[in-house]
């Protein structure tokens, strides 16, 4: 399978995503939108993987690709590409499919539990009843009306959703490593206030902790979702 990566930012690369796609034989290509790098076209490729950034989803100013990318996953989507969405990502599917993308009452930033629906379960079963996982969010999304709601935290009702064939997105980080949990701590601007903000000490010291046990949690949903 040819898997085409957009990357919106050079500490938020596809991680674990990229290692799931090589440990099942799979070519990875990686658009680096940062740089500009030109869009991928649709026909490219079999599965379209849309990463995080620090930007909203309609700063068209200030990064100009934005608008077409979300044209790019509207095609993929129309064109029955699967799209996989990881965090901004995620909003850009909920995007394309016409929902709601804005600011979550709370920031989320560090290692919170996300609680999973009987839904999720039945969709993938090896994820249980909750999992702690790394946040680093201002946004949130509507579902969209088709999707089946995946998960949901104490910070954010809406943490993943699933069509299956069409999109699995996620707004929490499952890509994430312990060193690359140490560079979104380096490329943070701000650093904001809330109750679901940890410190950067904390983060890091749960990141050895938790990235084993996301890692198969990630495995087992792309698996799950590829499948079918």
């Not at 999720?120 to 999304?141: I, M, N, Y």
Request: glycine share 8%.
């Amino acid at each position: 399978m040819n898997i085409s990566v957009l990357q919106h930012a050079e500490a938020e690369g596809p991680g674990e995503i990229e290692v799931w796609a090589h440990k099942r034989f799979h070519h990875v290509a990686i658009t680096r939108l940062w740089l500009g790098e030109p869009l991928p076209v649709w026909s490219s490729y079999d599965l379209l993987v849309v990463m995080g950034g620090e930007m909203n989803i309609y700063q068209y100013r200030d990064w100009p690709w934005l608008k077409p990318e979300r044209e790019l996953i509207e095609a993929s989507l129309a064109a029955g590409k699967p799209v996989v969405g990881i965090c901004l990502g995620a909003q850009l599917i909920a995007d394309a499919l016409g929902c709601r993308v804005a600011q979550n009452p709370q920031f989320e930033l560090g290692w919170h539990p996300v609680t999973w629906t009987p839904e999720a379960r039945a969709f993938c079963p090896e994820v249980g009843d909750s999992t702690t996982v790394l946040h680093w969010h201002g946004d949130t999304f509507e579902l969209p009306p088709s999707a089946t709601r995946l998960a949901a935290s104490g910070a954010c009702p809406e943490q993943g959703f699933v069509i299956p064939g069409k999109c699995l997105a996620l707004q929490f980080h499952p890509e994430v490593d312990a060193a690359h949990a140490s560079e979104f701590i380096q490329t943070q601007h701000r650093w904001p206030e809330g109750p679901y903000v940890q410190s950067p000490e904390e983060i890091l010291a749960h990141a050895e902790t938790f990235c084993p046990g996301v890692r198969s949690l990630l495995f087992a949903l792309l698996d799950r979702f590829c499948a079918r």
